[in-house]
């Protein structure tokens, strides 16, 4: 890996095809379908899915929540601030990116949405550890005066629609501040459809963080340092996952997210069960130990997700699979079209 440039994950996108919306129905999305072993592409719909399983084949889910983690006020001290809540540490503790012309110091107070107050109880690196001095917890506090954190490429402000549409339907456990978008394409009648089908379906819990967004910013792979995230793997999973590759079934990760915590709970060869601070960084040469299939969206250039999808499918398919959806104008991003891919078996 030390080789590895960070300009080898870069690739040409017009801006017109990061999609700014969602499609019009969950499921309206197109599907660009590869077929790792042989190079092949094949342009689908996301209606399509289902055809791609069989009964005991096992899809997992990340069933995290997406909190409305922005929000904005001003210092005691004079001048304006924009919050964004990167992790709740507990019912009145949050890790956040602060956004001043002056970063506030340790032991400073700011009012937030003209509501409550928060006072910086630390510093560690670029987060600023807030105490909120509120009676309600910080769930509570968010979901009253909080914006859903939409990323950084979406021009606009969140609305309602939003609100509703960058929420996966299973969504769960609070504590998200980006969506894990390949499940967005997924509404309840495709579930049903599936389970129909005899496919099942299980769930881990990763609460995807703002460095998701972030790009690669040093020259080589290996210098990069990864962002921390919460995940959770339960017992009934593991033991679904083992179930089906007993049975020769498909295990199938639903987005990035969900593939890095199955991959954390397998770290040392054999999965398990459980939860924990994963950094798992996923570049060509990892050998996986979970997943056969992923789902998921088109990634950013240079980001660490593109580098994940370089390491299952081969770099050189996903760079082929890039260009052709660019060409195709095959919808970008968060609210953008999915992607079906085989894993590249290692020789």
Known sequence: MS????????????????????????????MLYLNSTASKLTDKQFLDFP???KAGDLLIFNDTRVIKARLFGNKHSGGNVEVLIERVINQNTAYAHVRASRSPKVGSRITLSDAFDVEVTARHDDLFELRFLS???????????????LPPYITHGATDHDEERYQTVYAKHLGAVAAPTAGLHFNTEILEQLKAKGVNIAYVTLHVGAGTFQPVRVDSVADHKMHSELF???????????????NGGIV?????????????AARNGTLAAGEGDTDIFITPGYRFNVVDRL???????????????????????I???YAHAVAGEYRFFSYGDAMLIEKLPLA
């Open 252 to 264: 199938t990760a639903i987005g990035t997210t969900a593939m890095r915590a199955l991959e954390s």
């Open 319 to 321: 760079r082929k699979a």
């Open 3 to 30: 080789h590895m440039k960070t300009q080898d994950f870069d690739f040409y996108l017009p801006s017109s095809l990061i999609a700014q919306h969602p499609s019009s129905e969950r499921t309206a999305s197109r």
């Open 295 to 317: 789902l998921t969206n088109f990634h950013l250039p240079k980001s660490t997700l593109l580098m994940l999808v370089s390491a299952f499918a081969g770099t050189d398919n």
């Open 135 to 149: 009676e309600d917890s910080v769930f509570e506090l968010l979901e009253q005066h909080g914006a859903l954190p």
């Open 51 to 53: 055809d791609f399983f």
């Open 232 to 246: 959770h793997v339960p017992t009934e999973t593991v033991a679904l996952i083992e179930a089906t590759k007993a």
